[in-house]
């Protein structure tokens, strides 16, 4: 008797009460085909850990611009790490080459790589072939220099500036194929959705003359997601943004995103050690004019801000040395006559300068200096000129 009972109780849980097959509804696959995007991806968060990579190709005349950007997820735990690289094209033209990587002081700009680890409450970041981490904790903005620092994290995961930033804004969605038992979709962005995938900065470069707000749709959108619903492969075209003719990036054609996602579950990332050298970015991050005189300083600080220093031991090495501060009174008188009075005053300054630091110096002879903005003239202002040279 026992063994019908059983058999029965199979059977049930086998057929609905009208003979069709009763299974668990699909996460994803069986939401209303608009939500499947945002299903997917909240089914790639469950999986809890994840490894990405993501190249974003700036196509113009001079050939390819690429960032690369990967690494591994743990989306409970809000952390992550990861590195970003930049291939540029030979031929860009310098002012495009500075809005991509980030301008800096010095004769450079920002370097072709950086490490990034980030947890809930704090953001490391090693710049090139820097021998140390700069740690950013809680929401840093010390002199309004934050948002590139936040965009580093992300919403949707912990790495900031991918495309799983944007697949919950997806518009028009439509199914194109189903294959293994996972599917592919079509669909559109609007520009204010496409614009959280940038860095504050480069996303109003790109979209100077488009109303970020408006209801037009000029981002495509292709994801795939397998047979668990799991995003598996996203590909944006921006090209529709480069609204550029009088930007900087007006060479720049076309501008496209491809997103992998794989390695669902597996371990989770391993995060710098404890032991590695770190330095903290609320005192070892300043404006240049707040240097001391004769500190040294690394060049890239992360902010894509440019009057930013690092502060750094002398007896490490360094990309700068401060020589001189020099400060005006005078009413603002332009932006090439400040120019001339800074350049001017370093020059005076230069001549007195201990040996032992100009030999530290790229270019005999050779120093760097920042002017004061208008900003910085008038009651309440402080009009500095700070004077520098490269050291390596």
Not at 217 to 231: F, H, I, N, Q, Y
Not at 353 to 369: Q, S
């Amino acid at each position: 008797m026992s063994a019908a009972v059983a058999s029965a109780a199979l059977l049930l849980t086998a057929c609905g009460a009208d003979g069709t097959d009763d299974k668990p509804a699909h996460p994803v696959f069986d939401v209303p085909v608009e939500q499947q995007p945002r299903q997917a991806l909240l089914t790639t968060q469950a999986a809890r850990t994840a490894s990405f990579t993501q190249t974003l190709t700036f196509t113009s005349p001079s050939g390819d611009t690429v960032q690369t950007t990967s690494g591994r997820l743990d989306f409970p735990g809000g952390r992550a790490v990861g590195s970003s690289a930049w291939a540029v094209a030979e031929d860009l033209p310098e002012e495009a080459r500075d809005v991509l990587l980030g301008v800096r002081l010095g004769a450079g700009r920002a370097p072709a790589q950086t490490r990034v680890a980030v947890e809930p409450d704090t953001i490391r970041l090693r710049a090139g072939e820097a021998g140390y981490w700069l740690r950013y904790d809680g929401a840093f903005d010390a002199f309004g220099t934050g948002a590139a620092i936040g965009a580093l994290r992300g919403t949707e995961s912990a790495f900031g500036g991918t495309l799983l930033e944007v697949l919950s804004g997806a518009q028009e969605v439509k199914q194109a194929s189903a294959e293994k038992g996972g599917r592919t979709y079509r669909a559109k962005l609007t520009a204010f959705n496409a614009l959280r995938m940038f860095p504050k900065d480069l996303g109003a470069e790109l979209a100077a003359d488009i109303d970020p707000h408006g209801t037009a749709t000029p981002v495509s959108l292709s994801m795939s997601a397998d047979a668990k619903g799991r995003v598996t492969r996203a590909e944006a075209d921006f090209s529709g943004l480069l609204d550029t003719e009088d930007s900087a990036l007006a060479e720049v054609t076309g501008l496209r995103a491809v997103l992998k996602v794989s390695g669902f579950g597996a371990s989770a990332p391993v995060m710098p050690a404890d032991s590695e050298p770190t330095l903290d970015a609320k005192t070892a991050v300043m404006p240049v004019g707040e240097m001391k005189k004769g500190g040294c300083a690394d060049l890239t600080t992360g902010t894509r801000t440019l009057d930013m220093m690092v502060s750094v031991p002398c007896a490490q090495r360094h990309e700068a040395r401060v020589f001189a501060h020099a400060r005006f009174d005078a009413a603002y008188p332009g932006h090439k006559e400040a120019r001339r009075m800074a350049r001017d005053a370093c020059e005076d300054a230069y001549g007195a300068v201990p040996a032992a630091w100009t030999a530290e110096a790229v270019e005999k002879d050779h120093f760097g200096y920042t002017w004061p903005g208008k900003d910085r003239w008038g009651a309440g202002g402080d009009p500095v000129a700070t004077c520098f040279v490269e050291t390596r």
